[in-house]
């Protein structure tokens, strides 16, 4: 069978698809370690512990918040365990799991770095797009996702289908 080739729109189309999902996580991965010394991946990380009410989730929970394998988790927990951001403790529940938990220097590095985070965020994601257009690239993103991660395994996709659209 002969292979559907692109046609040029759709080439176009996904070449600038290819270049975003590039640039853009180097672009913000630029800015925390210039302004944290946090990579994206770890800074990611300690914002989903930062919003439990413990400040600890299950390193499993926390891959699937992250949009990480567990041992992409457990590579960058490691890295965070040594700056003194996060520790690791067993599950009391079944003593197999482990936790990661944001030690009190965590919280306050994911605090200190929200705000430069979110306006890099917004520089980039947000401002450039004219009004309706993020509504627009918000249909999109969910309509790829929706074939990416039906079931919505990755936890991130399940938090964005349950966030409301506003309504103007």
Do not use: F
């Amino acid at each position: 069978m002969e292979p559907r080739w692109l046609t040029p729109d759709q080439r176009r189309a996904w070449l600038r698809v290819a270049a975003l999902l590039e640039l853009l996580p180097a672009a913000l991965d630029t800015q925390l370690q210039r302004d944290a010394d946090l990579t994206l991946a770890g800074y990611v990380m300690l914002a989903m512990l930062s919003e439990q009410p413990e400040r600890s989730l299950r390193m499993s929970e926390l891959a699937a918040r992250s949009n990480a394998s567990p041992s992409r988790a457990s590579h960058v927990i490691a890295k965070l365990e040594k700056q003194g951001l996060v520790r690791r403790e067993r599950c009391a529940e079944d003593g197999r799991g482990q936790l990661a938990v944001l030690t009190d220097a965590g919280w306050e590095k994911v605090v200190a770095t929200a705000p430069g985070h979110v306006q890099r965020v917004r520089e980039l994601v947000v401002d450039p797009l004219e009004p309706g257009q993020l509504a627009q690239l918000d249909a999109i993103v969910a309509r790829m996702l929706d074939v990416l991660d039906p079931e919505a395994r990755y936890a991130t996709t399940a938090l964005a289908r349950d966030i409301p659209a506003s309504q103007g």
